[in-house]
């Protein structure tokens, strides 16, 4: 029985001390822990190629789907009249609406890492981790963290459920309309940050 039971502790702690020191895919080029704003831009660029390899590949940018319904998809998104914006600009509601926004993400880009190139998960693995660490980063900032509540589960397993079940797009259109829609988040949060971090 102790014998069983020092085997299992040693394979939980080896678990441990492996994902501890994984490393983040943007450590060779930003170091262990970049700061909010290079980072933000990383994820722009590396993103901004993803997306012209799309193009490239299936043909899906030179297409106005605008008039498609997506609100009921809860893709997240930074309105011009919202904290973040120099007219109404207020640091800690901006901090908060960020990384709200971006831990939202999760189940998107999770599910761009599934399925958009599955052959090649080099490509898309880096999404959800480094958009993570810098939800986390910003969060980090606020004066009382701890507000921040996590998303519910029941909200990230009803999200999953209607992208999967989802059938008014083609799934090319899906992952298309979630790249973009993030890539216009990022670009209005790496301005945030910017006024953020001068503020």
């Given at each position: 029985m102790n014998v069983l039971?020092?085997?299992?502790?040693a394979a939980m702690l080896f678990i441990m001390a492996e994902a501890q020191t994984?490393?983040?895919?943007?450590?060779?080029?930003?170091?262990?822990?970049?700061?909010a704003l290079p980072?933000?831009?990383?994820?722009i660029k590396k993103t901004t190629k993803l997306y012209k390899t799309l193009c490239n590949l299936r043909g899906t940018c030179d297409t106005d789907w605008s008039h498609l319904p997506q609100e009921h998809l809860l893709i997240p998104e930074i309105h011009s009249e919202s904290?973040?914006?120099?007219?109404?600009?207020?640091k800690e509601g901006c901090l908060e609406l960020l990384a709200e926004g971006l831990?939202?993400?999760r189940i998107f880009l999770e599910y761009l890492q599934e399925t958009l190139f599955p052959k090649k998960p080099e490509?898309?693995?880096?999404?959800?981790?480094?958009?993570?660490?810098?939800?986390?980063?910003l969060k980090s900032q606020l004066k009382n963290p701890d507000c921040m509540q996590p998303i519910p589960d029941a909200?990230?397993?009803?999200?999953?459920?209607?992208?999967?079940?989802?059938?008014?797009w083609t799934p090319a259109i899906l992952r298309h309309t979630i790249l973009r829609r993030y890539l216009k988040f990022m670009d209005t949060a790496a301005s945030a940050i910017?006024?953020?971090?001068?503020s």
């Open positions: 039971l020092y085997t299992a502790t994984a490393s983040m895919p943007f450590e060779k080029e930003l170091g262990a822990t970049p700061e980072l933000a831009i990383w994820l904290k973040c914006y120099p007219s109404t600009f207020e831990f939202s993400f490509l898309t693995q880096y999404l959800w981790p480094a958009t993570e660490f810098l939800a986390n980063s909200i990230d397993d009803d999200l999953v459920h209607k992208i999967a079940m989802y059938t008014g910017q006024s953020i971090k001068t």
